[in-house]
Each structure stands twice: as C-alpha cells, then as structure tokens.
C-alpha cells in the first residue's frame, strides 16, 4: 500500500518557488542571499503543511479509542 502524501506535493512546491523567484535580483552579489530565503522559504512552508497532516493524524487516532 503507498504511503499518504505528508507535506506539499511536488506541484505545490514547484508552484511556491516559481512564485517566490518571480522577481529575482538584478544584482549578481544579491542572488545567493536571495535563493537561500526561498530555500526557507519553501522550507517553512513544507513543514507548515507537514504539521497541518500530523495534526489531523492526532486527532483522527484519538478519536478512534471510543
């Protein structure tokens, strides 16, 4: 049996970063900092919809002892 999706899907991912890189610094010196606040970015939210899933795992599994 496949494991239940926890987290962003692939295509929520990819639709958050091209989202977040729609303005990219014209500056050469300002890209990695730039990129390394989308990586958190993406981080941040991935783990936003991480909790969101094992949340509603909790509740389901302490529903289900009655």
């Known amino acids: 049996m496949a494991?239940?999706?926890v987290g962003m899907s692939r295509t929520e991912l990819e639709r958050?970063?091209?989202w977040?890189?729609?303005?990219?610094?014209?500056?050469?010196?300002?890209l990695v900092p730039f990129l390394a606040?989308?990586?958190v970015e993406v981080v941040e939210?991935?783990?936003k919809a991480v909790a969101?899933?094992?949340a509603g795992r909790d509740a389901r599994e302490d529903?289900?002892?009655f």
């Open 3 to 5: 494991e239940p999706q």
């Open 45 to 47: 939210e991935n783990n």
């Open 20 to 30: 977040l890189v729609r303005r990219p610094p014209g500056d050469p010196a300002k």
């Open 52 to 54: 969101a899933h094992l």
């Open 63 to 65: 529903g289900e002892g």
């Open 37 to 39: 606040e989308v990586l």
């Open 16 to 18: 958050l970063v091209r």
